[in-house]
């Protein structure tokens, strides 16, 4: 089914205030709300359309950090990205009002969405390399991966490799970073893609956007499966897209081993809940989709490391 839309409860919104920023009344705002229906993945999110005039919005519980992402970084940059036209506090919680952009996610993607995603990041990544801004991001990051490395603790092999990823991350390159670059967040229009949701965003490494949008899926469409699906040509593709796009970049094997070690977080991520578990079983973890990802990445890590010292 996908990504669709239903009627939002009138006390959800600020009405009072979009009335006032779209200049109109609030019996003339039309409200929906985004709901997702992909396989098994069921998802409702606190994200609205909002229709008035003819024209069409997003409305976006979000918090501080996402706010002073637009006004401090995206806004006025022309990025690929939605138009910020301000927010407000309603109680706890901080509503954006941001444009509206039409057109389907990257969930079935193709070498023209592969190019232009490219394109989108390198932009937003050039502009802000190894920047110095202190926003808070990576040290909320840092502190989670490295809780985070401790379900390893029965895990040698990964264990090892993930200390190599943590090791990285004090000298990767960083930039700005959506932080949660999946294929629902990035909207295809006109031979562009545009980046959406920056609630996880920061200045952080730069190989995260690069492997996240690359990490999850499948090899192929499997209805009722896996909400995306991308094969290894499509995932070349973008990766050497990235590569020739940034105008400042470590050489090509570094480039690949920091992809390599990004991966293995975006895998270690996915088992984490899992490991902590003391009363899951370990075969069938073992037999998951995403131990067996991050056992591959860990050995190319290893043996990466090996011959290089």
Not at 65 to 80: P, S, T, V
Not at 178 to 186: I, S
Request: net charge negative.
């Amino acid at each position: 089914m996908g990504v669709y839309l239903e009627k939002a409860a009138d006390d959800t919104l600020p009405l009072d205030w979009l009335a006032e920023r779209l200049s109109c009344g609030p019996a003339d705002l039309r409200a929906e709300r985004f709901c997702d229906s992909d396989g098994d993945y069921q998802r409702k999110y606190n994200v609205y359309k909002i229709s008035a005039g003819g024209q069409s919005y997003v409305c976006k519980q979000a918090d501080a950090g996402e706010r002073d992402i637009y006004e401090n970084f995206l806004q006025g940059k022309a990025f690929a990205v939605p138009e910020y036209y301000g927010n407000v506090v309603s109680g706890k919680t901080v509503w954006l009002l941001t444009e509206y952009i039409e057109g389907p996610d990257l969930r079935r993607f193709t070498r023209e969405m592969a190019l232009a995603s490219a394109d989108t990041l390198a932009e937003i990544q050039n502009f802000y390399w190894d920047c110095k801004a202190q926003d808070g991001r990576f040290d909320r990051y840092w502190e989670r991966i490295c809780r985070r490395a401790r379900c390893l603790e029965k895990e040698p092999e990964l264990a090892a490799a993930y200390d190599i990823f943590l090791e990285r991350q004090k000298s990767c390159p960083r930039t700005l970073s959506n932080g949660d670059f999946l294929q629902f967040n990035g909207i295809w229009r006109d031979g562009r893609v545009s980046v959406i949701d920056w609630g996880f965003g920061g200045i952080m490494p730069y190989a995260l956007d690069i492997t996240r949008l690359i990490a999850h899926g499948t090899l192929v469409y499997e209805p009722d499966g896996f909400p995306f699906y991308m094969d290894d040509d499509l995932r070349g593709t973008f990766v050497q897209a990235c590569y020739k796009a940034l105008k400042q970049k470590p050489d090509w094997d570094r480039y690949l081993m920091d992809i390599r070690l990004a991966a293995l977080n975006e895998y270690v991520e996915f088992l984490e809940e899992e490991l902590n578990d003391p009363e899951a079983n370990r075969e069938e973890i073992a037999e998951g989709s995403y131990y067996k990802r991050a056992k591959k990445t860990a050995e190319e890590i290893l043996r990466l490391e090996k011959r290089n010292s």
